[in-house]
């Protein structure tokens, strides 16, 4: 990311590019990150039929979505 604040960033539980807001408080350190995924969807493939369900990464800051999933 260049500069400024990050607004969008690829989501590491389905690797789209997915829209962050701020959730207030203040960060300190890379796991603090008030930074979270929107609410997004993604494809579920499970039993061979794509379905859009709410993807695991929403609400999520960006160390959340590497290390809780
Ligand atoms: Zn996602």
Partial sequence: MAGGAVTCA???CCGE???MR???????NDRTSPWVFVDHLRDDER???A????CPGSGKNEW?????L
Wanted: aromatic share 0%.
């Fill in 10 to 12: 690829p989501c590491p």
């Fill in 17 to 19: 590019m997915v829209a």
């Fill in 22 to 28: 701020h959730e207030g408080g203040t960060q300190t």
């Fill in 47 to 49: 039993g061979g039929v």
């Fill in 51 to 54: 379905t859009r369900q709410p």
């Fill in 64 to 68: 959340e979505g590497e290390h809780t």
